[in-house]
């Protein structure tokens, strides 16, 4: 009875609401997703995938480093068509560099 006294002293009302709120603070939060890319980049997207995977199987953080450091976006999914372009041509000098054969 002393404990639930304290409880409630601090704020505790005893609904089921609050254990709702406890558990929901309780619990981490989820990892990002990656970015949905906008229609007209899906096929760029899928190259860079494709380069990605040619190098190795590298993630797609790879790529987003280098979009960070080349145009200091985040995701890769959101650079401008231009961008994507720059991106690709970046890949595919790594790709050339390590002498994985890629398609231009």
Known sequence: ???IAHLKKCGWSG???D???ASTKAMPKARPRRPTPQPHNVPMC???RAQLISLGRKPDSYADGIARQMFNVHFYEWLLPD???ALVAALAAEQA???VAYVR
């Open 1 to 3: 009875q002393m404990v």
């Open 15 to 17: 609904t089921p609401a």
């Open 19 to 21: 254990a709702a709120k």
């Open 46 to 48: 899928r190259k860079i």
């Open 83 to 85: 961008q994507m372009h």
């Open 97 to 99: 560099k390590q002498g």
